[in-house]
């Protein structure tokens, strides 16, 4: 078992050898932000023409900012993400503002899910997410490519039927 | 008990059941009292009582035609370690419910059900997000039967010797064998829910609405009868607690299972195997703490899917007692776990700027056996969660902690409530968080191969 030495300079989560999720899913994000901009802009512009006002245009200005505040946290908050596959359970953490770290033994694992969605797939990404018997349980990796995806999958399955007990 | 003849004989297969006959009756008594409800006095007045009569009399009796094609199509049976139930006219439907996934069966008698002897079996199995297969109804004889006869399946220690024979279990079951654990004196129980918020706010409220008539002349009845029912919604919670949990009874079974009884209109018998307990919750509410009074709650994975009102809170375990009979009980469910002896920690004194007052009364311990939470400046609470029964560990920073350098620690269950150790120093929430998962790991280990 790995198990590493608790220390308080470094913290165990720091020792542990951590995978990162693609960088592609920066763009996957950042395409999927855009088009929600487009959409609102396009919302307020048109009340613009309808009813002119300079309310519409601070309205857009300040989508416009926050996409970009938001655009340049997410690409931190992607190199934030990141998945261990220990002995016994899996790791995930992520969340730049929200730090989340979650521990999923394999033992407790009820189902797995593997979804892409069309953007997703587009760049040849797939999301993992572990289902434990608590609804509180989050351990979701996205950014996978298909590939490792499917391995995790299959790894993750293998290890929840070798020690399977769920509740 | 009819034994409908079994369209498939299968060899070895056990003939499928149909629920009692008198069950659609009872089923079309409950909606009758909807429809009363649904047509409201106003119709009466409008269409005078024979035909109020007459509508009513059509749709009971539509509803009783319904429940008796509904009774008809509907069958259960034992097969393997699965019970199946098969159900609808037009949209027939066949459910196999694993009974590895047993939490706790319920017996539950409504009182029209009491009145004639039957009651409806509900199973609670993980993963539903309601109660899966409410069997209503059935012969309390057959209920109890039934309902030994899934646990003994259900229990692998005990699976063999009983569920090969397929012959029903020995009907009268429980009272003889059973070790009484604990009853709480009703004259308790009334006295507790006196000390509600809501039963203390009570005369208050009947002072506002007699005032408000009193003084102002425009109040008619109607504002009054509308005051009055929005109160009582509220207000008569504590009514309904002392008649649901009337008679309040704890046992053991021979099985070491526990029994809980409980409830005066409507009586309800739940059985749940020691090792489904997810968490268990003490609580001391503010207005008992003169009298050291204490409630306990028991998470059991079925019931926390449930989003409904009342059922929600049927998972209790004593709905008030002494810290002596509690500590009993607590030692009872989670053998090892003394409730005077658990020990916490406090967060470190920084975390003052996230909780100026309750900083004293949040705490996390791990002993040997649970991981001891408590939190709650006027409602103290404390949970208790068996390493054993661990989902997975969660450590969420939000931006203030990370500023002081704190972190809260979850241990998920799958009763839905975590145990939730707040604004701990980062470290000792790594440190925590490993242990809970090591400690998990290894309760898990041994027990089961």
């Not at chain 2, 569920?163 to 070790?179: F, I, Q, S």
């Not at chain 2, 604990?182 to 506002?208: K, Y």
């Not at chain 2, 009582?232 to 607690?241: D, I, K, N, S």
Request: a positive charge; glycine letters at 8%.
């Amino acid at each position: 078992m790995t198990q590493p030495p608790v220390d308080a300079l470094t913290p165990w989560p720091d020792t542990v050898v951590w995978r990162p999720v693609s960088p592609k899913l920066i763009t996957v994000e950042l395409i999927a932000r855009v088009v929600w901009v487009v959409v609102f802009l396009a919302g307020l512009g048109i009340g613009w023409y309808f009813a002119p006002h300079w309310a519409w245009g601070a309205g857009m200005a300040a989508v416009v900012v926050y996409a970009i505040w938001r655009s340049v946290v997410t690409v931190r908050a992607v190199h934030a993400w990141g998945y261990a596959e220990r002995d016994q359970d899996l790791l995930v953490k992520h969340g730049l503002l929200v730090r989340r770290l979650s521990i999923v033994p394999y033992a407790r694992m009820q189902f797995v899910d593997v979804t892409a969605g069309p953007l997703e797939r587009a760049f040849g990404l797939a999301t993992v997410q572990l289902h434990t018997a608590s609804a509180a349980s989050d351990a979701k990796v996205p950014g996978l490519p298909p590939a490792e995806a499917s391995r995790l999958r299959d790894r993750l399955t293998a290890l929840g039927e070798d020690r399977a007990e769920g509740l | 008990m009819t034994t409908s003849p079994p369209p498939q004989q299968v060899t070895g297969e056990e003939p499928r059941k149909r629920l009692h006959p008198l069950s659609p009756i009872l089923h079309g008594a409950k909606s009758i009292a909807v429809v009363v409800a649904a047509l409201s006095w106003q119709t009466l007045s409008q269409v005078g009582l024979e035909r109020f009569a007459i509508v009513v009399l059509v749709l009971a009796l539509g509803v009783v035609i319904f429940s008796l094609v509904g009774w008809l199509t509907t069958g259960y049976h034992v097969v393997g370690r699965e019970l199946r139930i098969s159900d609808g006219l037009i949209w027939r439907r066949n459910r196999a419910i694993p009974l590895e996934r047993l939490q706790a069966v319920e017996l539950r008698r409504p009182l029209l059900a009491q009145l004639t002897g039957l009651a409806e079996l509900r199973l609670e199995v993980v993963g539903g997000g309601k109660t899966e297969a409410p069997l209503a109804y059935l012969t309390v004889r057959d209920a109890a039967g039934l309902r030994e006869r899934l646990l003994a399946l259900a229990g692998r220690s005990q699976a063999p010797e009983r569920a090969d024979g397929g012959a029903p279990a020995a009907a009268p079951v429980a009272p003889t064998l059973e070790r009484p654990l604990l009853r709480v004196p009703n004259r308790q129980l009334v006295i507790s829910q006196l000390l509600t918020p809501q039963a203390i706010f009570l005369p208050l409220g009947i002072a506002f609405v007699v005032t408000q008539t009193l003084l102002e002349a425009q109040w008619t009845f109607i504002g009054i009868a509308s005051t009055m029912t929005a109160m009582a919604g509220v207000l008569l919670q504590p009514v309904r607690r002392v008649l649901q949990d009337w008679d309040f009874r704890l046992a053991r079974d021979p099985g070491g299972r526990l029994v809980v009884r409980y409830g005066l209109l409507e009586t309800r018998s739940q059985v749940v195997p020691l090792n489904r307990v997810q968490s268990v919750g003490v609580t001391w509410p503010l207005l008992w703490r003169a009298r050291k009074w204490l409630h306990l709650r028991l998470d059991i994975a079925g019931y926390a899917g449930e989003p409904g009102r009342d059922s929600k809170r049927s998972d209790r375990l004593l709905p008030v007692g002494e810290f002596a009979t509690a500590r009993g009980l607590v030692w009872d469910v989670l053998p090892g776990v003394d409730l005077a002896t658990l020990a916490t920690t406090p967060p470190p004194a920084r975390a003052r700027w996230v909780h100026p007052f309750a900083l004293r009364y949040l705490g996390a311990g791990l002993t040997p056996e649970v991981f001891v939470t408590r939190w709650g400046l006027f409602t103290r609470e404390m949970s208790l969660v068996p390493y054993a029964r661990l989902q997975s560990v969660r450590v969420v920073q939000g931006p203030v902690q990370r500023w002081l350098g704190l972190a809260t620690v979850y241990a998920d269950t799958a009763g839905g409530r975590s145990g939730e150790a707040r604004d701990r120093d980062l470290a000792e929430a790594w440190a925590l968080a490993e242990q809970l998962a090591l400690r998990a790991r290894l309760a898990r280990g041994p027990a089961r191969s």
